[in-house]
Nanobody
């Protein structure tokens, strides 16, 4: 059983920054990839960023490239999402998800509860 708890969301103005954190329970954190997803109202949940078990390979959605940075601290069982230059279209509930393997080719069934990010113009 894996539990994921996100934090760091909030209401901010466009152009500012937020840093999300996701703390994982369980001993397998350092051996799986982790991902950040988001879901805006009326839209499907989408992958925003993915980081492999070691942090050696990272994927970003085109919509956030150059603005968001994903990182992880395996000693703290924590994955982060630094979000800079936020835009109103970044408004969504952000979720972390555990991978089912080292590289994120498969996803587990474990999701966090989500944290709301609202960006006003």
């Amino acid at each position: 059983q894996v539990q994921l708890v996100e934090s760091g969301g909030g209401m901010v103005q466009a152009g500012t920054s937020l840093k999300l954190a996701c703390v994982a329970s369980g001993r397998t954190f350092s051996s799986v990839a982790m991902g950040w997803f988001r879901q805006a109202p009326g839209k499907e949940r989408e992958l925003v960023a993915r980081i492999t078990w070691s942090g050696g390979s990272i994927y970003y959605a085109d919509s956030v490239k150059g603005r968001f940075t994903v990182s992880r601290d395996n000693a703290k069982n924590t994955v982060y999402l630094q979000m800079n230059s936020l835009k109103p279209e970044d408004t969504a509930v952000y979720y972390c998800r555990a991978g089912a393997d080292l590289y994120g080719t498969l996803w587990s069934r474990y999701w966090g509860q989500g944290t709301q990010v609202t960006v006003s113009s």
